[in-house]
């Protein structure tokens, strides 16, 4: 009778919401061994840094000054798949989206994953593949806007939308990080190659999960119309198991696109839209914040960083 082998898995921060549903969907699988640590170590490095090296792999689910305090304290060989922000363009971190080029591979190896933002991720999987096949230049200007859930937002902000509200404003959509200066940017630039920062506006509006993310274009910044951008993305994409990308039909567009569709899900999907003269064309990626955008998404890295099948634990 073979014994299943037990991979030793510690969730640092596990109480924030990506952490909680990393650890939630690790605890229903039989070949992990969770790690635990004492309340009153949580918040000493060395404590921290003693359990993540008894480990297999360790997800980081952090603010970023404790992620990058801590790196150092980890011994190379111990897997680490850090969630928050702080090293997603850092050199010697793998960028953790499967799906593109040799990521897949270079994961089976690969020791420091940063797990891609949630905007992020709807704006690079329809855009890079582009970049990368010459469709979209790497100095365009780029404008971009992405409207998520209010479970983006953490554990206070989840609060606010949920508890007895007396804030009117909160049933409205709201747009945010007006300055154009959002945490996402450096790696949408840095994993796109492209030159100039797009214009992004991102939405919270009053539902708890769920993505889109609309990319706007003019026909003149790129080399293909929107039927040749669809065939691109559709080719790089083949056999994906999580990625889909709907064919280019304008005659068959939905009248609406809820955003909320995939909640629940790890997988997304990608729609090419245009005008009737196809002078404007739109990327689409609709996906679940919470799934592709964080926790489906780390844990669809480990899979193949340690050498399990890529979907296992995957809602698709």
Request: hydrophobic content about 40%; proline content about 6%; aromatic content about 6%.
């Amino acid at each position: 009778m073979d014994v299943l082998k037990k991979y030793r898995i510690f969730v640092d921060g596990s109480s924030g919401t990506t952490g909680l549903r990393i650890a939630d969907r690790l605890a229903a699988r039989p070949e992990f061994e969770l790690l635990t640590i004492a309340e009153a170590d949580r918040k000493d490095p060395a404590a921290r840094a003693a359990v993540i090296n008894q480990s297999d792999l360790t997800f980081l689910c952090l603010p970023d000054a404790a992620a990058k305090e801590i790196i150092p304290l980890v011994r190379q060989d111990v897997r680490i798949l850090d969630t928050s922000t702080a090293h997603r363009t850092a050199s010697g971190w793998l960028y953790g989206m499967p799906e593109l080029d040799n990521t897949r591979k270079a994961l089976k190896t690969a020791t420091r994953v940063a797990v891609p933002g949630c905007h992020a991720s709807g704006f690079i999987a329809p855009v890079a593949p582009l970049v990368r096949r010459g469709l979209i230049a790497p100095d365009a200007a780029l404008c971009c806007f992405s409207l998520t859930g209010y479970s983006g937002g953490g554990k206070s902000m989840i609060a606010q939308y949920e508890a007895e509200r007396t804030d009117e404003e909160l049933y409205a959509p709201r747009p945010y990080g007006l300055t154009l200066h959002h945490k996402h940017l450096p790696e949408m630039m840095a994993v796109c190659g492209l030159h100039t920062a797009p214009v992004f506006c991102p939405v919270v509006a009053d539902y708890y999960a769920g993505m889109e993310t609309v990319v706007q274009l003019q026909r003149t910044q790129l080399n293909g119309d929107a039927k040749d951008l669809a065939s691109v993305l559709a080719d790089y994409y083949a056999g994906s198991p999580v990625i889909t990308v709907h064919p280019f039909d304008p005659d068959n567009m939905p009248g609406f696109l809820p955003s909320n569709a995939l909640a629940g899900k790890d997988s997304m999907e990608i729609f090419v839209t245009a005008s009737p003269d196809g002078g404007q064309i739109q990327l689409i990626s609709r996906f679940d914040n919470l799934g592709k955008g964080s926790s489906g998404a780390a844990v669809q890295c480990m899979n193949l960083m340690l050498g399990l099948d890529e979907t296992e634990g995957l809602a698709l």
